[in-house]
């Protein structure tokens, strides 16, 4: 679908009709700002979570249109330093691998608080062509007091962004 981009104070309060069709399709959405032109997709970078079963079932798509382009995934995730081995990580990126099978990728790992502009950085370091987010659904409690990243990165993205329902 394609966007417009924030206008005003009223879409960052309630959000586009983007982010609310993210939010509510079961279906992976391929969200693509105005003005954008198509030169190929040769880079996706994935913000993921790599704690335990994390995306167990979201990654088929993104695979698929990996493949359809021949793209390599970057698979970009953001957590406090010593928190990287209690988790398993380890475990999950074998795991995230396994699924992957032949897609080319590559995993990255920063230590950030700002994890909108870590993302945001990374991808123009990376020159990534696609934005891709694993969007997923959460409880009246968490939408009062936690901003969806997903919500954010599509409200602000100036690049292509795939959003895969977990």
Excluded at 19 to 42: C, D, Q, W, Y
Excluded at 49 to 72: G, M, Q, R, S
């Amino acid at each position: 679908m394609g966007t417009r981009g924030k206008h005003g104070v009223l879409d960052e309060i309630f959000g586009s009709v983007t982010s609310g069709v993210i939010a509510h399709s079961k279906l992976p959405v391929l969200a693509v700002p105005e003005g954008s032109r198509f030169k190929g997709v040769t880079k996706i970078a994935l913000s993921v979570d790599l704690y335990p079963n994390a995306h167990k079932n979201a990654l088929e798509p993104l695979i698929d249109f990996a493949k359809t382009f021949n793209a390599e995934v970057l698979l970009y995730h953001i957590a406090e330093t010593d928190m990287l081995n209690i988790w398993g990580f380890d475990k999950e990126k074998a795991r995230i691998t396994k699924a992957l099978g032949t897609v080319k990728h590559r995993f990255f790992e920063e230590d950030t608080n700002d994890v909108t502009g870590g993302i945001d950085k990374f991808v123009r370091k990376h020159k990534a062509e696609v934005l891709s987010v694993i969007s997923r659904k959460h409880n009246f409690i968490e939408r009062l007091f936690w901003r969806s990243i997903t919500r954010r990165m599509a409200l602000h993205s100036k690049m292509p962004f795939l959003a895969l329902p977990e």
